[in-house]
């Protein structure tokens, strides 16, 4: 008698006759434990650090005062200027970077590319995947005044220099623009395997009914592209609204406050050791993610997609 | 309404993949023409060539007269119903149909009444404000034919569009179809792989076989006198019986089996070396009716109801036979069965060519 017989045939890794729900929860609760540990359970605490004193906040019996941190952020002008740059500077990254994404996937798309296809999406998404700070660091040098090669190239093409991150004037669209060599290709992506997918009757249809290259992009190509735009809006909403990690590298929120949006003056603060307030300031920040995300999906979801 | 002309029709990829040969084809004002054949035989290639949507690699389509090889779809004047459908799912089935003539910058009153017109004759016209997702497949076929109506184009093409229906609606669509162009009298290119469809729609048939162009005429002289051994065997159902045979002194072989040809055919006879014999299922008669006389076994029956069909050993030969409802006749009984010389076919067994 050998080992199998022994043992009768080896057992299923799942019971037999487990029921859909329970293989359900076994997939499903890994991730929701993670995602309530590292994910949810930070922001209560967050939320509920905003209501405490800041001195006391960190300590186990914390001393409430109730919304005097929310008082006292939007007393100070710094953070409404702060708020409101921030929601011009997400609105400013959310429409270029998903105008220039859906453009340049519908010309790696088009047959216009030809055998360039490989090079530009390497070149578009290249950048995705180098490490931010050290693509921002070489985007501060090639801003940089005195022997950044942004502006030895203006000066030899005999063109004004850009006055990049030391100006007031120019940091947003210096800022913005490193920004989108960074993230663009990652919402190209995005579009292209939506544009996959694209029914090619319909183009054709078109095609006969008349329609120009405008008419079939607004009539047949943008409304199949609805599910890349909802996710890539919603996704560019979330992420300009926390822009952190480039005010960090390159402009630590200047010059004079031009850069100072909500994620780094909260994280100044958080430093000087003011966690009431500067939590109060990433609950607003996140109580203006979740409306704005949930509004923008309501809206492109009320529009049926056929 | 107007004519098609393609004269010597080429169609290759990269110049050298070609899928279609040189094909001439002359399509009448108000003609109805199904191109017909199996798949991959390049019948909806030269349809998407005709309407603009595959380049031309050689030789010329002409509209009207009016060379249009180099035209986009849009300036050929054409409407097109697809296998699919292809409707925009976003729009309304109202919007899908005038979205040609919005484009056309039709008036909105002329739109209005065209949609209108044609949504009543194909029985459309109380859903007018839904979306296509919430049709039927023949109700969407529809839509698609209805947007090629208000139109009013010169040609109308359609590419296989009842492929994607139930038996039973394609039937009725065909028959819709029909009607649709004895109304509207206008010229309609189809394409199908169904014998049955362009039989019953045809003014003339277009048989297509591997790029070329087998034969071009009405169904009736598709059917009686076909062209070549593929047509012979592509049309009916079930098909024309061929085998191969030789030919003796005016005489058809099959085996040990000998039948009379009649003199015309046993003349013309003498241009080939090999031959195959072809015979339609329905001519093969249980009477006398002075056709040539062959001993049979029979070997299977199979009764459809309407008629039976019969499998006979004549010779050493199989014949399929449309018999009637009522034959009773056990396998490995035998009779006689007669076969007139006036429906006997003979091919060039080399060639395929009909020897007529």
Redesign the interface.
């Known amino acids: 008698m050998n080992a199998a017989t022994a043992h009768g045939p080896p057992r299923p890794l799942l019971p037999d006759r487990m029921p859909p729900v329970g293989i359900f929860w076994l997939f499903v609760l890994p991730f929701a434990a993670l995602t309530a540990v590292f994910g949810v359970w930070p922001i209560i605490l967050s939320i509920q650090t905003s209501f405490t004193a800041s001195a006391t906040a960190l300590k186990p019996n914390p001393t409430w005062v109730g919304l005097a941190n929310y008082v006292s952020i939007f007393a100070d002008p710094v953070f409404v200027a702060s708020l409101w740059r921030t929601l011009l500077y997400t609105f400013l990254a959310v429409v270029s970077t998903i105008t220039l994404a859906l453009l340049y996937a519908l010309l790696l798309h088009s047959a216009l590319v030809g055998r360039g296809r490989t090079f530009f999406k390497l070149a578009i998404f290249l950048p995705v995947v180098t490490p931010d700070i050290a693509g921002y660091v070489v985007w501060r040098w090639l801003y940089d005044q005195s022997f950044g090669a942004l502006n030895m190239a203006l000066a030899a093409l005999h063109l004004p220099t850009f006055g990049g991150l030391a100006s007031t004037s120019t940091v947003l669209q210096a800022v913005l623009i490193a920004e989108l060599w960074h993230h663009v290709g990652f919402y190209v992506v995005i579009f292209l395997a939506n544009l996959a997918l694209c029914d090619k009757g319909q183009m054709e249809a078109a095609d006969i009914d008349g329609a120009g290259a405008w008419q079939k992009f607004w009539h047949v190509v943008l409304p199949q592209l609805r599910p890349a735009l909802l996710v890539n809006s919603v996704y560019a909403l979330i992420q300009y609204l926390k822009t952190f990690t480039v005010v960090a590298v390159m402009t630590k929120g200047g010059p004079n406050d031009a850069t100072n949006f909500l994620s780094y003056y909260a994280y100044q603060l958080f430093d000087q050791g003011r966690y009431g307030e500067a939590t109060a300031m990433a609950s607003v920040l996140f109580a203006i993610v979740i409306v704005l995300a949930a509004a923008l999906m309501r809206l492109q979801r009320t529009r049926p997609a056929g | 309404m107007a004519s098609v002309q393609l004269q010597q029709v080429v169609k290759s990829y990269d110049g050298k993949n070609t899928v279609i040969h040189g094909i001439d084809l002359e399509i009448a004002h108000g003609e109805f023409v199904v191109f017909v054949g199996p798949s991959g035989c390049g019948k909806s290639t030269l349809l998407r060539m005709i ?3 595959e380049g031309i690699s050689g030789g010329d389509v002409l509209i009207d007269g009016k060379r249009v090889n180099d035209e ?3 300036n050929r004047d ?3 119903v ?1 296998q ?8 309304s089935l109202f919007d899908n149909m005038a ?2 003539l919005r ?2 910058k039709t008036p909105e009153a002329e739109i209005q009444r065209r949609v209108m017109d044609a949504a009543r004759l194909l029985k459309i016209e109380h859903m007018l404000e839904r ?3 919430a049709l039927s497949g023949g109700q969407r076929q529809r839509v698609a034919i209805g ?1 090629a109506i208000v ?1 009013q184009p010169k040609v109308f093409l359609f590419d296989e569009p009842l492929s994607n229906l139930d038996a039973q609606l394609r039937g009725q669509m065909r028959t819709e179809i029909k009607k649709l162009h004895q109304r509207l009298g206008a010229t309609i290119v189809y394409v199908t792989h169904d014998q049955v469809e362009a039989m019953t729609l045809a003014d003339r048939i277009c048989v297509l076989s591997a790029g070329h162009r087998m034969q071009y005429a009405t169904p009736g002289e598709i059917y009686n006198s076909p062209a070549a051994l593929f047509v012979a065997g592509f049309t009916g159902s079930p098909p024309m019986n061929l085998v191969p045979c030789r030919i003796e002194g005016g005489h058809v072989l099959l085996g040990t089996l000998s039948l009379l040809l009649p003199a015309d055919l046993a003349q013309r006879a003498a241009s080939a070396t090999k031959h195959t014999f072809g015979i339609r299922p329905e001519n093969i008669s249980l009477a006398d009716n002075g056709g040539a006389p062959a001993n049979a076994a029979v070997v299977i029956t199979e009764p459809l109801g309407a008629e039976t069909l019969v499998t006979f050993q004549v010779g050493d030969a199989e014949l399929v036979a449309r018999c009637s409802a009522d034959f009773d006749l056990k396998p490995g009984s035998r009779t006689m069965v007669y076969l007139p010389g006036e429906h006997m076919h003979l091919f060039d067994a080399s060639s395929g060519e009909a020897l007529r």
């Open positions: 309407a603009g949507l986009p779809p849009r054409i409407a097109m697809f699919d459908y292809a409707l925009y799912p976003h729009k979205f040609g484009l056309r979306k296509p997702a947007r139109r």
